[in-house]
């Protein structure tokens, strides 16, 4: 019986160990996709304000901001529109309140069916 004890202790370090590991591993890549996504931002910014003075060649500079900021702000709130839509059709848990629902109705079959 103490060699089981000994080996369950055992794999609960290694599974410490390995899950430390994981955890600095996915840590250090989340701090590169951070970093990443922000200079890309910081790219597609000067790519719109370059665009902004690209029209403005054409168009006064008042109107080439507004033509990308309103295409903008419309791409914006289409994607958040579908995002929500997409949100609301999330069902959270469903096996767990499947089979909730399906324990509750045999709790009140069995108390139907006891005296």
Same mark, same amino acid.
């Given at each position: 019986m103490s060699d089981v004890v000994l080996l369950a202790r055992q794999e609960a370090e290694l599974a410490k160990k390995e899950l430390a590991e994981a955890t600095k591993a996915v840590t250090a890549r989340f701090v590169a996709l951070c970093a990443g996504t922000l200079i890309c931002l910081y790219g597609v910014f *000067?790519?719109?304000?370059?665009?902004? *003075?690209?029209i403005g060649t054409v168009l006064p500079v008042w109107a080439s901001s507004l033509i990308i900021g309103g295409g903008l702000a419309g791409l914006g709130l289409i994607l958040i529109l579908l995002s929500l839509i997409a949100l609301s059709r999330v069902e959270a848990l469903p096996r767990t309140t499947r089979t909730i629902r399906e324990n509750w109705e045999w709790l009140k079959r069995a108390k139907e069916r006891s005296p």
């Open positions: *000067f790519l719109f304000f370059s665009a902004i *003075f690209g």
